[in-house]
């Protein structure tokens, strides 16, 4: 058994304590009991496996809490927790044991109290899933020191473990499930792409950490179902990479920073039952989400909410207005035009048979000519005098 590299036992109905003796598997790289019936505390001899790269004991029936003797696996890259009754808090040493993590997962369990790990210690760190707890405080604004998430640019790597990686099929592939776009996404080709944040259904309360949004490289970030307070970061529009951001069910005021219009990648917006006030910035990226992406806010208005905002029946009319004014100007000169170029015509063809005639009503027009040339040179500066006036509000 020292020389087994990977156990994979998941999905077999699996009940009972995990042995000790497991830790005979010294040269152990992968150990998967995921998804069976298995019970107790996480026993502290799987902190002799040294070698050990994933742990997967997600989906079963595991409590209490974890034990110190995990700090020892140095070399790990998975974790995966989730889906269990295990409670405390995350002990410190999280943030400075494992510098090779890519994933950590312990999602839907019982851990409570404030993180305060030194994330900056986490370099690798691309996936962190801490949803359904119990956790409280404010959000670290040190989260901003994930290095991995921090990249723009990454290059795709399988995660292959075992002694054999070729294509014959003999090794274990990485895989995990992503919550993105509200439903559970199963990540294995593509997984070193993914980076994700997921804190959602705690007790976290303050503002939203400005240091987040140094994070260019993130992907899915979900802070929904807390107590987060404050305003959305104007500078979230920094994540250009980010493809799903669910705030909803928070204390989230203000408005919505018209920023968030230029995420092109975003592909799933939920800001829903917040309070959140004013005109939907409702361009760009942002027309491509309906009405229940923003339901929930009673201080928002404007498209795609069937809410209309105060002033847009003025505005609307004074258009309205401002086109009919227009109109009547330019159906008046035209009118005024036809006729008088009726009134020159007509006679002038009469007179020009009758030339004794035409002396005395060519004088006449001239006259009026001159009068109607003083009165609309008069009226074309009023009207430029009264257009100019909005110019300059």
Not at 46 to 61: I, P
Not at 177 to 187: A, G, P, R, S, T
Not at 267 to 285: A, K, R
Request: proline content about 4%.
């Amino acid at each position: 058994m020292s020389y087994v590299t990977v156990i994979d036992l998941s999905r077999n109905n699996l009940t009972g304590r995990i042995p000790p003796s497991l830790a005979n598997c010294s040269m152990l790289e992968v150990l998967d009991l995921g998804n069976n019936n298995l019970f107790g505390t996480v026993p502290g001899s799987l902190g002799m496996l040294k070698y050990l790269k994933s742990l997967h004991l997600n989906d079963n029936h595991f409590s209490g809490d974890l034990p110190s003797s995990l700090r020892n696996l140095s070399r790990l890259e998975t974790m995966d927790l989730g889906y269990n009754i295990l409670s405390g808090i995350i002990p410190t040493w999280f943030g400075e044991g494992f510098p090779f993590l890519r994933i950590l997962i312990l999602r839907s369990n019982a851990f409570s109290g404030e993180l305060s790990l030194e994330f900056s210690k986490l370099g690798s760190l691309q996936v962190l899933d801490l949803a359904r707890n119990d956790f409280s405080g404010s959000i670290p604004g040190n989260l901003g020191d994930l290095k991995a998430i921090a990249q723009v640019y990454r290059k795709n790597k399988y995660l292959f473990y075992g002694d054999d990686k070729s294509n014959d099929g003999h090794y274990y592939e990485e895989s995990i499930e992503v919550y993105m776009k509200d439903q559970m996404l199963k990540y294995t080709k593509t997984l070193s792409l993914v980076t994700s944040i997921d804190l959602s259904d705690n007790n976290f309360t303050g503002n939203i950490p400005n240091e987040i949004t140094k994070l260019f490289g993130l992907v899915v970030l979900n802070l929904s179902r807390n107590h987060i307070a404050g305003r959305i970061p104007e500078t979230m529009s920094n994540l250009l990479q980010l493809s799903s951001l669910d705030l909803s069910n928070n204390q989230l005021s203000g408005t919505i920073p018209s920023s968030l219009s230029s995420l092109s990648f975003l592909g799933f917006l939920d800001l829903s039952n917040n309070n959140l006030m004013g005109v939907i910035p409702y361009t760009g990226h942002m027309t491509t989400f309906d009405a229940i992406a923003f339901t929930g806010n009673p201080g928002l208005c404007g498209p795609p909410l069937p809410v209309k905002c105060l002033g847009d029946d003025d505005k609307k009319q004074g258009n309205d207005d401002s086109n009919d004014e227009g109109l009547f100007d330019n159906w008046f000169y035209l009118s005024l035009g036809l006729g008088f170029a009726t009134g020159i015509l007509v006679p002038y063809f009469i007179f020009t048979i009758k030339s004794s005639w035409g002396d005395v009503y060519f004088d006449f027009a001239d006259q009026v000519i001159q009068k109607l040339l003083r009165l609309t040179h008069k009226q074309g500066i009023n009207n430029g005098q009264r257009r100019k006036i909005p110019r300059r509000q």
